[in-house]
C-alpha cells in the first residue's frame, strides 16, 4: 500500500503534533513537515518523554529513552 502525500504539523514547543488551525495562528512555533511516497530517506532522533527531536549524540547515549525514525 503506498503511503499518501501530506503536509503535518508539529509544535516547536512540545513536539507533538497539532492541528492546522494551530499552525495557522502560531506560526512562529509550529513547523509544517512534508511526509508521505519521497519520505524514508532521512534519520531523526526524538525523545520519547518530551517528543522534541534530539541529537544522535543524545540517542546514543541514552537508546533507552530516544527513538529514530525515518522520515
Known amino acids: 500500500m503506498a503511503r ?3 503536509d ?3 509544535s ?4 507533538r503534533f497539532v492541528k492546522q ?3 495557522e495562528r502560531e506560526p512562529r512555533t509550529t513547523a509544517t513537515e512534508h511526509v508521505g511516497a ?4 532521512h534519520v531523526v532522533h526524538r525523545s520519547t518523554s518530551t ?14 529513552t530516544t527513538e529514530t525514525q525515518r522520515v
Open 38 to 41: 519521497g519520505s524514508g530517506d
Open 8 to 10: 503535518v504539523n508539529r
Open 12 to 15: 516547536a514547543r512540545s513536539g
Open 51 to 64: 517528543g522534541r527531536f534530539v541529537r544522535s549524540t543524545t540517542a546514543e547515549l541514552h537508546p533507552a
Open 4 to 6: 499518501k502525500e501530506r
Open 21 to 23: 488551525t494551530t499552525a
